[in-house]
Structures are given as C-alpha cells and as structure tokens.
C-alpha cells in the first residue's frame, strides 16, 4: 500500500489506517474474553500484512478493553510494535465508568492526560505511542495544563507526536499558539454523507448555510500541514444502503458506488474510501470494521482512480442535488 508522510513527523503511514472502536466488545467493565483477544489478533494481522501499518485507538475505546486486545495482539507477534505507527486518543470522560461517574464530560486536564496516556501504555504493553490525539474539544481547557502534560508525556518518551481529533480550525490556532509541540493530525467525520467539511468550501456565503464549527477547518489543516483522518469513512455502512425505506439520497448514493465499483472493476468499498482518497489534502480513512472480509475489500481504495466527473456524481448523488 502507498503511504503518506504525516507533515512534520519522521512517520510514514498507510494511506488507510484501522481503527478499534468496538474491538474491545462490549462497553463495560467486563474483562476482554479469550474470543475477544483472538478476533484481535485476527483484525490486526488481516490490517498489517496488507500493508496497514497505521492503528488508531482511544483509551475509552469499549472502556479499555479495545487497548487491552490491541496489546495482546501485539504481543502475539514480536518485532510487530515497532514496525506500526500507534495512535491514542484522550479527553472524554464516559459518564456510565463508574471509576469517573456522571456526567459524561471531557478533561484536558494534566492529570487527567497524563494517567490516561500511562494507563493505555500499560494495557498496550508498551513505553511509547507514536501520536497522542486531544479526543474533543474540552470548553473548560487551560492551555498551561496541556502544555505540561505534552511537555512531560514527550521528554519522557512516552509521546512521539501530538494532533488532536474534531477540533475546528480557531481551537486548533488557539491551541498551537500555547503549547510548543507541532499538531500534525485531526481526526474528523469524513464521508460521502457527511461531507461538510469538504463542500463548506463552495457553500460559504450561500443563503440558509451553516454548520456548527466547520467553517475554514480543511483549508487551515492544509495551509498548517496537519493531516486529516477521516473516521466513519462509509457512514457506519450507511454508504452501501439501496434499502427501499431508505432516503432517496442514500440509495442513489448507494447504485452509483456499485455502478462505480463494477465500471472499475472493484469494491463497493473502494470506490467510498476512494473518494476521500481523490481529495488533494491527502486525508487518511480510518476502517473501523470487525469484518476480516471488509478490510480487505477496503484495500483496493488505494489504487482506485476516480475522474473529477465520477467525483463529483458522488457528491451529488448524497447531496442531492448539484453543486450550485
């Protein structure tokens, strides 16, 4: 698979990465099953030996557990951490924890950063992530607690890299302006169905246009260099749905991936992570599957070749209407 090199970094990754949200199984405290443990190692082997070398996580990712079966699959194959680049997310606080209890909020405090990022090392077997990622937007952030905790969490060795995840274009500026370490990702919704940050663009200054946040978000993470990871790359699915209840925007968008997808001779898959891949930002898909079948079918993506005219169809098809 073709790789990127993520802006300010030494770290070369696969265009598409995998992530774990549900790897862990269910979210509670329940501990991770042997079955658990052995999907894992099957999920994560499927990914890297077709060339994923990019594995996303988050430390509230099924409470713990998706770090905990992550480890384990890597502990099954020696030599394999340091051939992967690690990324861990931190920040949301799940209210249903009951080590944190209600309400559900998030926290950027030191300490809250610095002991997720300890705890998730130790359930990953590991002394280091390659990038630490600021999960959402805490309101009651103070930048001098993240400069710390970044401070800390780098020379320690414990960090590599920072970026954050579903922050907007001034919180990123704002953040950067505090802290002395380069964000070099943000990790968003991203998909054919979810396609605000890309068509903000030439909707702005439209009558009865507006999306909370989005406004300048794809053009400031281009002009500063910080990569775009798209999560939800197919919309959980939703990119594949020709149900007849379904709305009609959704089953078009669904006939003309399949038409695509047979015009270029590949995968339904493909043709959806294809259409983040044609952006010039060079945005990175996160595969969030469980299914060994779909990440392999998700692979072809990085060859698919979609025309401007083939782009914006898709476009169309899920907006509904043509770009105006």
């Known amino acids: 698979m073709n790789k990127y090199t993520i802006p300010n970094t030494e770290l070369e990754v696969s265009r598409l990465a995998y992530g774990t ?6 979210w509670d405290k329940t501990p991770a099953t042997d079955e658990l443990k052995a999907r894992a190692v099957e999920l994560i082997s499927t990914a890297v030996d077709s060339g994923i070398n990019h594995i996303d996580l988050a430390d509230i990712y099924t409470m713990g557990k998706s770090d905990i079966v992550v480890g384990h699959a890597l502990a099954q194959r020696p030599g394999l951490r340091q051939k992967i680049v690690l ?26 950063i610095v002991k997720s990022v300890e705890t998730s090392l130790q359930r990953l077997g590991t002394t280091y992530v390659d990038i ?23 020379s320690s060795g414990k960090v590599r890299y920072f970026g954050v995840s579903n922050h907007t274009a001034h919180q990123i500026a704002a953040l950067q302006k505090h802290i002395d370490q380069k964000l070099v990702v943000n990790q968003v919704e991203l998909n054919l169905h979810h396609h605000y940050m890309i068509s ?19 053009d400031y993470c281009r002009a500063n260099d910080i990569m775009i990871q798209a999560w939800s790359p197919v919309a959980g699915g939703r990119l594949f749905n020709t149900a007849e ?4 925007n959704v089953r078009n968008t669904a006939n003309l991936i399949a038409e695509l997808a047979q015009k270029h001779n590949t995968t339904a898959e ?34 698919v070749e979609l025309s401007r005219k083939e782009w914006y169809a898709l476009l169309e098809a899920s907006r509904g209407e043509s770009v105006p």
């Open 21 to 26: 949200w549900h790897m862990g199984g269910s």
């Open 87 to 112: 990324q861990e997310k931190c920040g949301i606080v799940l209210g249903g924890d009951e080590d944190f209890g209600p309400p559900q909020r998030f926290d950027f405090s030191y300490d809250h």
């Open 132 to 154: 630490l990622a600021l999960h959402r937007p805490d309101p009651l952030i103070e930048y001098d607690e993240v400069a710390k905790a970044f401070d800390h969490l780098h």
């Open 200 to 218: 903000d663009g030439f909707l702005a200054n439209m009558t009865g246009y507006g999306y909370a946040g989005v406004s300048g978000t794809l």
């Open 245 to 248: 209840d379904a709305p009609e």
């Open 270 to 303: 493909a043709i959806a992570l294809g259409w983040l891949l044609r952006h010039p930002a060079g945005i990175q898909p996160i595969v969030g599957t469980l299914n060994a079948r779909r990440i392999s079918s998700s692979l072809p993506a990085d060859n």
